[in-house]
Every structure is written in C-alpha cells, then in structure tokens.
C-alpha cells in the first residue's frame, strides 16, 4: 500500500464545474496535508495546507481534512481551463520519519 | 522575495560522470529539501538540510549525497550517474522544515546519456 495515494485521473471536468479530488493516506500519525498544482513541464505550486480536521477555504480552493478516516480532498469551484494540470497531495508523518511523502498525482482537464 | 533558485536549469551528462546541482532558498528559509521526480515513480524524497545538518534521507544509493551552507544554500551531488538517474531534481525551502509550507524551485532536468 502506497504511504498517499491518488486516483491517477484524468479528471475530466466541465468549465464552470467543481472538481473534486480525494487523497488517503496511511501514516495515521501524519500531521500536515499540502496540495501542490503542477503544470506540465514546471515544478509544482504551493495551493493550500491544512493540519485540523474539517474545512478550509482559499478563494476558489477548499481542502477537507479527514483525520478518523485519513483522507484529504480538494475542491476547486468554478473551474477553469487554466486549473488543468496535475495535482498533487502529500502528508508530513513523524511515524514515517518526519518526511514529506508525495501522492502520485490526480490529473484534472477542465473542458470548456 | 525572490523565490528558490536552481542552476543548471538543464544538464546532459554521460554515464559514469559525476553533476552537482544548487540550490539557493528563499531567503530567511533554513530548511531545503530535494526530490527527484519521474514520469515513472513521482516525486520522491532524497534528503533535508537544516542549518547545515541532514536531518532526513529518503532511500536513495549513497551515489546521492547533498550539503547545506551557512548561507543555507544547498548543493546536491550524484557520482557514477546512471541511464536511470535522468529526471528532473527538485529542491524546495521552507521556513523550518517539511512540516510547514514548502516553495519549490524551477528544477533542474538532468539526461543521462
């Protein structure tokens, strides 16, 4: 079992619409959730973090964090073509010797 | 703020040859960590520094080694490259550790010949 897993996607995704991406992962111990946007071809880019359980919201962006059932999501209102790229989660855990451990990354095309 | 800076932007080498890698980060962050990412196995973590110690490691071969400088710029070193070695090597600064947000820079695309 991967440490963070993603579904690898595509995510296809009308413009206007919300997409919605899931993460789990396995390190019950894992203290910080991030989400990182990377465009093809660049490095990837600082969305939202969050460490509590529940909600938080940044403009268009909102993460959900699940501690009981270790999943993070990610929701992104009013897509647009410009929020296609590959999203990435990951999870800092002291159990897994206080790393940063990365998903594989979910794909999202958002279709005009 | 200037963001993370990586040089080479680019690098192709042969087999068997040896490449250092720079990082410097944003200023005031005193912990930078390096990945290598791959179409292959994703981004995968090679080590932190943190006021020139190493603080974590990933599972990477000891042909992967890294340093930080009391400027808290960072090198990255990989000897006796191989075929397998071609990526793009990441580096990213955060304030105090992987635990906070985390700046990528631009990376670095290395081929191996």
């Known amino acids: 079992q991967k440490e963070v897993e993603q579904n690898s996607g595509p995510l296809s995704v009308p413009e206007g619409a919300i997409a919605s991406l899931n993460c789990t992962y396995s390190d019950r111990g894992s203290q910080s959730f991030f989400w990182y946007r990377q465009y093809s071809g660049k490095s990837p880019e600082l969305i939202m973090f969050i460490y509590s359980n529940g909600d938080k919201e940044d403009g268009r962006f909102t993460a959900q964090l699940n501690k009981a059932s270790q999943y993070v999501s990610l929701l992104i209102r009013d897509s647009q073509p410009s929020d296609s790229a590959t999203y990435l989660c990951?999870?800092?855990?002291?159990?897994?010797?206080?790393?940063?451990?990365f998903g594989g990354g979910t794909r999202v095309l958002v279709k005009p | 703020k200037a963001g993370v800076t990586q040089t080479p932007r680019y690098l192709i080498k042969t087999r068997g040859q040896q490449v250092t890698l720079s990082c410097s980060p944003i200023s005031g962050h005193r912990s930078v960590s390096w990945y290598q990412q791959t179409p292959g196995q994703g981004l995968q973590f090679l080590f932190e520094y943190f006021s020139e110690t190493q603080r974590n490691k990933g599972n990477f071969p000891g042909r992967f080694s890294g340093r930080q400088f009391s400027n808290s710029r960072s090198e990255m070193n990989v000897s006796t490259l191989e075929l397998g070695d071609s990526a793009l090597y990441l580096c990213?600064?955060?304030?105090?550790?992987?635990?906070?947000?985390?700046?990528f820079g631009p990376g670095t695309r290395l081929t191996v010949l």
């Open positions: 990213a600064s955060s304030l105090s550790g992987q635990h906070n947000e985390q700046f």
């Open positions: 990951a999870a800092f855990g002291r159990a897994a010797g206080n790393k940063l451990t």
